[in-house]
């Protein structure tokens, strides 16, 4: 079946450090891929998404590119702040199908 | 505010007690669902609803029941909780737009 494996946290980083959090998957068909984030006390919103191959989704400097080669999804931003930290999770969707199956999501904690 | 409003934010059940959890949303849209949170588990996936009427199974059914009488609405009951239902339940809804799903704030759920 379809399955989504984040890197596990938590992570812990300085103010303006650069930040990756690995995503890779497995699917049966041709995935579109999100990353969704948790803030404290809150529901999750999108991030952002990317729905085919060599396709880079961005958001609030976050950047993620989907690379088929490596069935991988990996987040990046180049300087995180404080209000960065939050609960981080990996998704698929499979052929149009509404259904999200995610990874088990990475607790990231920005310290000053 | 348009979105998706759960109730109640936290709620504590004695084994065998059933209950219903309330999710609304105010988008029109089609798709809704319910998703279950537990650490080192991510979401999963219980029941979903493409449109009035309409309602399936997910990763996570068995003992919850829901129902889908209006587009708006979409409840999640639980028939006779079990501790292993302790969790935080999200509602989330999906429209065409593509900005992908819009979760509540989610329902703290404590069965002792």
């Known amino acids: 079946g379809d399955s989504v494996t984040q890197m596990e946290g938590p992570v812990t980083l300085s103010e303006e450090a650069f930040l990756t959090i690995n995503c890779t998957y497995t699917a049966t068909g041709y995935p579109s891929l999100f990353w969704y984030v948790q803030y404290p006390g809150e529901g999750l919103q999108l991030l952002l998404k990317?729905?085919?191959?060599?396709d880079k989704g961005s958001n609030k400097g976050f950047e993620a590119t989907y690379r088929k080669e490596t069935t991988s999804f990996h987040l990046e931003k180049g300087s995180v702040q404080v209000s960065d930290s939050a609960v981080y999770f990996c998704?698929?969707?499979?052929?149009?199908?509404?259904?999200?199956?995610f990874g088990t999501g990475t607790r990231l904690t920005i310290i000053p | 505010n348009a979105g998706v409003t759960q109730t109640p934010k936290f709620q504590v059940l004695k084994t065998g007690q059933s209950m219903t959890l309330q999710c609304a949303q105010d988008?029109?849209?089609?798709?809704m669902s319910w998703y279950r949170q537990d650490p080192g588990m991510g979401l999963r996936l219980i029941h979903y609803s493409v449109g009035a009427g309409i309602t399936d199974q997910g990763e996570v059914p068995n003992g919850y029941n829901v129902s889908r009488s209006t587009t708006e609405d979409f409840p999640l009951r639980l028939l006779s909780a079990a501790p292993s239902q302790t969790s935080v339940y999200f509602c989330a809804s999906l429209g065409t737009g593509g900005h992908g799903y819009t979760f509540g704030s989610g329902t703290r759920l404590t069965v002792v």
């Open positions: 990317a729905t085919k191959a060599d």
């Open positions: 988008m029109n849209h089609e798709y």
């Open positions: 998704a698929l969707s499979v052929g149009g199908n509404e259904k999200l199956t």
